[in-house]
């Protein structure tokens, strides 16, 4: 248990729908990071949000995007769907004064576009 | 830019037998080198870190990597393997801001350990 949950568990789209994903962080954390986990690849990241501001960006296109809230909770929305949008997205929350080490990762939603 | 390869997809190893995981990674300074385990339907776990100092690095559940400089490597061992040690193994490096890196940790494709009773 990290104290990170993730919503919902699972969920399925149309290629060209929209999809936001929620996240509530551990107690304290004001950083949250997003990543994409496609089946058989390691996590790619695709934000950082710090104190409800974008904090750095991987190589993904404006289409993603996010929101962070004063009570830590955080939402990744995609719009436009892909097939290549499928994947395991994680969050992972931490407090830039701990560094890399202290980064905890919720179990992930599993995002199915057909 | 870091970089990470993990040149094995799949390990297959008996109960009880010792584990080695390789991992390779690309930077020019000193990396940030970690390994998380992840098993179905969980997040990553944080096994063990290195940041600087002692190379030989000891992490949770028994595990335990090695720095090596010469090599660009930073393997994960395990004397003896658990049935419950069956998990997706993945490498991840960062690198200090300052020295031209980033923060943010590359992670490889990850290493699947299937272990027989």
Redesign the interface.
Known sequence: ETGVTQSPTHLIKTRGQQVTLRCSSQSGHNTVSWYQQALGQGPQFIFQYYREEENGRGNFPPRFSGLQFPNYSSELNVNALELDDSALYLCASSRPDRGLDEQYFGPGTRLTVT | AQSVTQPDIHITVSEGASLELRCNYSYGATP?L?WYVQSP??????LL?Y?SGDTLVQGIKGFEAEFKRSQSSFNLRKPSVHWSDAAEY?C?V?ADPESGGS????????TSLIVHP
């Not at chain 2, 339907?41 to 944080?46: M, S």
């Not at chain 2, 923060?103 to 990850?110: A, D, E, K, L, S």
Request: overall charge positive; hydrophobic content about 40%; glycine content about 24%.
């Open positions: 940030y970690f339907g969980q997040g990553l776990q944080l870190k940041f993945f991840a960062g923060y943010i940790p590359t992670f490889g494709r990850g």
